[in-house]
Nanobody, 120 residues
Framework: QVQLVESGGGLVQPGGSLRLSCAAS????????MGWYRQVPGKQRELVAAITSVGSTNYADSVKGRFTISRDNAKNTVYLQMNSLKPEDTADYYC??????????????WGQGIQVTVSS
């Protein structure tokens, strides 16, 4: 089994910053893509940012230039640095990790979600 532990959410004023972390642990051979998604009530979960095992990144247009995704492979951890936060960034943020559990099998694992609220 693979577990993801997210941290770093909370309440921040507009223009402020937060850094989310997601650490993976458990039984797996390697970690492939890692990413962050977000969801607000009544809407579909959307991709915020993703990073491949070799460090290629992809961002939603709404966060480009403000958010930065990174990973520490030695710690099996992915980060999301969020700067210049806006009220519309308020959402539950979910970590997603693709892990290789056998030579032939990959699994997608989700974190439990962490709340980010941007408000004055």
């Amino acid at each position: 089994q693979v577990q993801l532990v997210e941290s770093g959410g909370g309440l921040v004023q507009p223009g402020g910053s937060l850094r989310l972390s997601c650490a993976a642990s458990g039984n797996f051979l390697s970690i492939n893509d890692m990413g962050w998604y977000r969801q607000v009530p009544g809407k579909q979960r959307e991709l915020v940012a993703a990073i491949t095992s070799v460090g290629s990144t992809n961002y939603a247009d709404s966060v480009k230039g403000r958010f930065t995704i990174s990973r520490d492979n030695a710690k099996n951890t992915v980060y999301l640095q969020m700067n210049s936060l806006k009220p519309e960034d308020t959402a539950d943020y979910y970590c997603n990790v693709w892990v290789r559990v056998t030579t032939w099998e990959r699994n997608s694992v989700w974190g439990q979600g962490i709340q980010v609220t941007v408000s004055s």
